[in-house]
């Protein structure tokens, strides 16, 4: 994945929690600050009513959507990410 990315920059990451072979989109969040050298805002979204997501994601800072996701809402949430973002990097 993060090959994939090459060195574009992030202004953040949406991701499903639940990715291939046991991964989670926490942690493919974390592997992707870690390569950009910043924390990315995130947003991870899940299928699970569990409290799995919340307790791996929140501790990260990260929000956390359950779905179905009311497309108002993540267009909502995503702005405030990317202008997150934005204000972290400063002027």
Known sequence: MIAVLGSRPLA???TDYHLDDGDTGVQAALALSRHS?????????????????EQEAEPQGFRVLTKPVDPELLRQIVGALVAQNLQDRGP
């Open 37 to 53: 050298g910043r924390e990315l805002p995130t947003l991870v979204i899940t299928g699970s009513f569990g409290r799995r997501a």
């Open 12 to 14: 953040a990451v949406v």
